[in-house]
């Protein structure tokens, strides 16, 4: 009910301007105590992890992890933060997000603009949740694509001990020649790459960590069985389905949905879901997958579910939707 008074003075604003608002308004009100919303308990365990309900808030919304603690009171199940570079960097020009509410669909062509791995890893020390956080872990722009490896093992090493997952992104649109590491040799190596360090880490920490991968939703049937071969064969934990889409399908006559950058909200939610099943069916079960993509209401999220979602999570729909979009889901979700 709150959300549906705010939102028409949020949408006046610029939306990198509503975003940094919004947030910053939450973690006063969390201050406050005067958030918190209930929602019910539906534990699921995924990757050896017992998740307190199975919906999670995505990656993008708290880059820096500057706002976990108020973030947690919304009642998600867990919550992951980034992506995050080695170094700090700016991102890409202003303006850079882009709503476009006649679809229910946001541009953003962000460029993992963040404060650096230290900082969060600072963010995370000082914050009080206990509960499941993920990491989401990039490059930075201006490393090349063929060293992408050394940037992934940083964020790696630094974030082991802080994170209850870790994810691995290789899927963003706005860094040039990213998403080339989601095929062939590039793919191959870098997760044995990375698996055998998660392995000496969990060695010399003394707990494990899963490793995660999230992928775009602009796929081939070929790149779902490569990918799913190569994360079979790796041994990763889980698999992240999916990122933004370059796809403009839904939104190609309206204002600003030419803008560069990736789609997200409800025009990509089939694309995504159909993605997801694709790989649930190319995975037989051998790899847990966390659903995300378009989900504006409850009902979506069971959709996610009955593709072969263990998780779900949630992003897009939370500007369009409010905070009452994670109890909906949840208890669709536990209604099934």
Same mark, same amino acid.
């Given at each position: 009910?709150?959300?549906?008074?705010?939102?028409?003075?949020?949408?006046?604003?610029?939306?990198?301007?509503?975003?940094?608002?919004?947030?910053?308004?939450?973690?006063?009100?969390?201050?406050?105590?005067?958030?918190?919303?209930?929602?019910?308990?539906?534990?699921?365990? #995924?990757?050896?992890?017992?998740?307190?309900?199975?919906?999670?808030?995505?990656?993008?919304?708290?880059?820096?992890?500057?706002?976990?603690?108020?973030?947690?009171?919304?009642?998600?199940?867990?919550?992951?933060?980034?992506?995050?570079?080695?170094?700090?960097?700016?991102?890409?020009?202003?303006?850079?997000?882009?709503?476009?509410?006649?679809?229910?669909?946001?541009?953003?062509?962000?460029?993992?603009?963040?404060?650096?791995?230290?900082?969060?890893?600072?963010?995370?020390?000082?914050?009080?949740?206990?509960?499941?956080?993920?990491?989401?872990?990039?490059?930075?722009?201006?490393?090349?694509?063929?060293?992408?490896?050394?940037?992934?093992?940083? #964020?790696?090493?630094?974030?082991?001990?802080?994170?209850?997952?870790?994810?691995?992104?290789?899927?963003?649109?706005?860094?040039?020649?990213?998403?080339?590491?989601?095929?062939?040799?590039?793919?191959?190596?870098?997760?044995?790459?990375?698996?055998?360090?998660?392995?000496?880490?969990?060695?010399?920490?003394?707990?494990?960590?899963?490793?995660?991968?999230?992928?775009?939703?602009?796929?081939?049937?070929?790149?779902?069985?490569?990918?799913?071969?190569?994360?079979?064969?790796?041994?990763?934990?889980?698999?992240?389905?999916?990122?933004?889409?370059?796809?403009?399908?839904?939104?190609?006559?309206?204002?600003?949905?030419?803008?560069?950058?990736?789609?997200?909200?409800?025009?990509?939610?089939?694309?995504?879901?159909?993605?997801?099943?694709?790989?649930?069916?190319?995975?037989?079960?051998?790899?847990?997958?966390?659903?995300?993509?378009?989900?504006?209401?409850?009902?979506?999220?069971?959709?996610?579910?009955?593709?072969?979602?263990?998780?779900?999570?949630?992003?897009?729909?939370?500007?369009?939707?409010?905070?009452?979009?994670?109890?909906? #889901?949840?208890?669709?979700?536990?209604?099934?």
């Amino acid at each position: 009910m709150l959300y549906s008074l705010a939102r028409p003075l949020l949408f006046s604003l610029a939306p990198e301007r509503a975003h940094e608002l919004t947030l910053s308004l939450l973690k006063s009100a969390h201050a406050m105590g005067m958030m918190r919303q209930h929602v019910a308990a539906k534990p699921v365990t #995924c990757m050896g992890i017992e998740f307190p309900n199975p919906v999670g808030l995505a990656a993008g919304l708290d880059k820096n992890g500057a706002y976990i603690d108020a973030l947690a009171a919304l009642g998600f199940g867990f919550i992951e933060i980034g992506t995050i570079t080695p170094r700090p960097q700016a991102g890409n020009p202003k303006p850079r997000l882009f709503r476009l509410p006649q679809a229910q669909a946001i541009i953003n062509r962000m460029g993992f603009n963040n404060d650096g791995v230290d900082q969060l890893i600072e963010n995370v020390k000082a914050s009080k949740f206990k509960g499941v956080l993920g990491i989401n872990i990039g490059k930075n722009a201006d490393t090349p694509v063929e060293n992408a490896v050394d940037d992934y093992l940083i #964020c790696l090493e630094k974030v082991y001990n802080y994170a209850s997952y870790i994810t691995v992104n290789i899927s963003s649109p706005n860094t040039k020649n990213l998403r080339s590491l989601q095929s062939g040799d590039a793919l191959t190596d870098l997760l044995v790459t990375l698996k055998k360090r998660q392995l000496e880490l969990a060695d010399e920490h003394q707990h494990y960590v899963p490793l995660v991968l999230k992928v775009a939703p602009d796929l081939t049937p070929e790149d779902i069985s490569f990918i799913s071969q190569q994360l079979i064969t790796n041994k990763i934990d889980g698999l992240i389905v999916t990122n933004t889409t370059l796809s403009r399908e839904g939104v190609e006559n309206l204002p600003q949905g030419d803008e560069a950058g990736g789609l997200s909200g409800a025009p990509v939610f089939e694309k995504s879901t159909a993605c997801l099943s694709a790989f649930a069916q190319a995975l037989n079960g051998q790899v847990p997958l966390i659903g995300v993509g378009g989900i504006l209401a409850g009902e979506q999220a069971l959709v996610k579910q009955n593709a072969g979602a263990t998780l779900v999570q949630v992003y897009s729909g939370l500007i369009y939707t409010g905070p009452k979009l994670v109890k909906d #889901c949840v208890d669709a979700m536990l209604a099934k």
